[in-house]
């Protein structure tokens, strides 16, 4: 609600009250004269005048209202603003959090989405309980306490329940590992908001000491959020120069999008260790056909030497690596004045299918498109306009969060689609470290086109390393199925895998498939289990 409207709505009830009040006075006076109210009833021409004050007094009144119609309707159109609006709210103590907050803010602006920014004391279970969307920047201080303008939220709206049931939510978590409660303000503010029915966006995201690698992640999430994906990095990637090996069309006939198995080699000289969970960052570039073309628009060479990063670069170099402006706003000017407007190309992330003594680092990609039709902007470069043999910008960032749990407990892997990439990375890991008890559910399209890695599982399974193979093709039959359906089917071996400790890992659609498994396992178990599994790091996610 509004501030004009929070003063209008106790100003109305409050007069209201006034009147009825004076209404019953008048009601219980009249009761009490049984006879003629006064001894000299007044004349006609009196009783006219008072009706006349009367009428004039009821006219003001109606004028004031009449007046308070526009201030109540730009309260209300302020109102429904705001509840739309995706609420950016920030717990800060040294002002790095409130920081990072405004470039949230500014993020999704240039997205096109409205924003509401606030800092985190600024808020009720009210005000929550009305927003759609809210993400928030939380960071830690001491051992595991709030911030301290964030104190009283904690003790006065994070102490009683909400209704949260509407909310869709993140949070960012800063802290720093050295301290044995790293995040922990934003994983009791997580809980509290799970744990009141709000429904998370995305896992929790922590960043250690600054880390910009998770600060990207975070950033990687708004661009799905906002619906654009060419956000521009608040912090480039410092990559290293990988060469692509191999790259095969796993499905073609396929009804979906073409899928691409890629391996790419590390510089030459050089041992990169990653784990099962671990992210790679890719640096993309425009096909050369888009650069050219671009080019010859402006009738530049491409050979035009400009700085860019402090480098003197030619220019169809650094066309590749940026977003290629509207021809009619750069028309005039020389080559530097373009160099200096563009902006660099933002990192795309992929899931890690292999592990180092694979000898190379395997990645499963569907080629995206554009609405446009032209290929998206990591898929494009890596499935169509890379050669083999090229190289590739490539940085690998540590995804500790989806590492994998202890040999000797069960795991049960749930994905679809490229999903299958990490939890392929998953099994090799679990396979290499002798555990035998893992239980895959994964769901695609068709299994004649669609059964990636179908090889590696049924050998997986053949041998023993696999202890349960469940797939799902949804639309080799009338009625659609999905990953989460062969789970809701499975729930008595689900409690009995649960029971003995295995953990879940989650990986794939953001969009259906990880809300739906969420939603069996919280049929199956109970939220308090769920809950508990969440906070003990037994149920993991990576979905995008």
Not at 41 to 52: C, E, L
Not at 211 to 229: C, I, K, P, V, Y
Not at 343 to 358: F, N, Q, V
Not at 422 to 428: F, I, M, N, S, W
Request: aromatic share 8%; hydrophobic share 45%.
């Amino acid at each position: 609600m509004t501030p004009a409207a929070s003063r209008f709505r106790p100003a109305l009830l409050g007069n209201a009250f006034a009147l009825l009040l004076l209404l019953i006075l008048a009601i219980w006076l009249q009761r009490l004269n049984g006879g003629d109210w006064w001894l000299a009833p007044p004349t006609g021409s009196r009783w006219s005048a008072a009706a006349a004050t009367l009428t004039a007094y009821l006219g003001f009144c109606g004028w004031l209202l009449w007046r308070s119609r526009p201030a109540r309707s730009a309260a209300a159109s302020a109102d429904a603003a705001e509840r739309e609006a995706t609420l950016v709210a920030y717990a800060s103590q040294t002002g790095y959090a409130q920081q990072l907050a405004g470039r949230t803010a500014a993020a999704l602006r240039e997205a096109g989405l409205p924003v509401v920014l606030r800092a985190i004391d600024c808020l009720d279970s009210a005000a929550l309980a009305n927003a759609h969307t809210a993400l928030f920047v939380a960071s830690t201080t001491g051992e595991g306490d709030p911030p301290d303008h964030a104190i009283g939220f904690v003790r006065t709206v994070m102490a009683k329940p909400a209704a949260l049931q509407a909310l869709r939510y993140a949070v960012l978590a800063l802290g720093d590992r050295q301290y044995d409660a790293f995040c922990g303000f934003g994983h009791q503010l997580d809980s509290w908001l799970r744990q009141h029915g709000a429904q998370p966006l995305f896992d929790i995201v922590e960043v250690d000491n600054a880390d910009e690698s998770a600060l990207r992640h975070w950033q990687h999430h708004l661009g799905l959020l906002g619906g654009s994906t060419e956000l521009p990095d608040w912090s480039p990637p410092q990559y290293q120069r990988w060469t692509l090996s191999r790259r095969e069309h796993i499905n073609p006939g396929s009804a979906g999008d073409a899928v691409f198995h890629l391996e790419l080699r590390p510089p030459k000289g050089e041992t990169i260790a990653w784990s099962a969970g671990d992210i790679a960052e890719i640096g993309p570039r425009n096909g050369p056909h888009a650069v050219q073309a671009w080019l010859a628009a402006l009738g530049l060479p491409a050979t035009a030497r400009v700085t860019w990063a402090a480098r003197s670069e030619t220019l169809q170099d650094v066309l590749a690596l940026c977003h290629l402006p509207a021809v009619d706003q750069l028309r005039g000017l020389d080559t530097q004045a373009i160099a200096d407007r563009l902006t660099p190309l933002p990192h795309r992330e992929y899931s890690i299918a292999s592990l180092p003594a694979d000898g190379a680092l395997h990645l499963l990609l569907r080629r995206m498109h554009r609405p446009d039709g032209t290929p998206g902007l990591g898929s494009g470069w890596l499935c169509e306009h890379a050669e083999i043999g090229c190289t590739i910008a490539l940085r690998i960032r540590s995804n500790t969060n989806f590492h994998p749990p202890a040999p000797q407990r069960p795991l049960i892997l749930i994905g679809n689609g490229t999903g299958i990439a990490g939890l392929r990375a998953h099994l090799k890991a679990r396979i290499a470290a002798g555990a035998r008890r893992n239980w895959l559910l994964f769901g695609e399209r068709n299994a004649q086109h669609d059964g990636f890695y179908r090889g590696d599982l049924l050998q997986w399974r053949a041998e023993g390393h696999l202890e349960r193979l469940d797939l799902a093709f949804s639309r080799d039959q009338p009625q659609r199925r999905y990953a989460q359906h062969l789970l809701a089917e499975s729930t008595v071996a689900l409690r009995s895998w649960v029971d003995a400790g295995a953990a879940i890992y989650v990986c794939g659609s953001l969009q259906g498939m990880a809300p739906g498994v969420d939603a069996v396992l919280r049929d199956a178990l109970g939220d308090e289990q769920v809950e508990q599994m969440l906070a003990d790091g037994r149920y993991r996610r990576d979905v995008y």
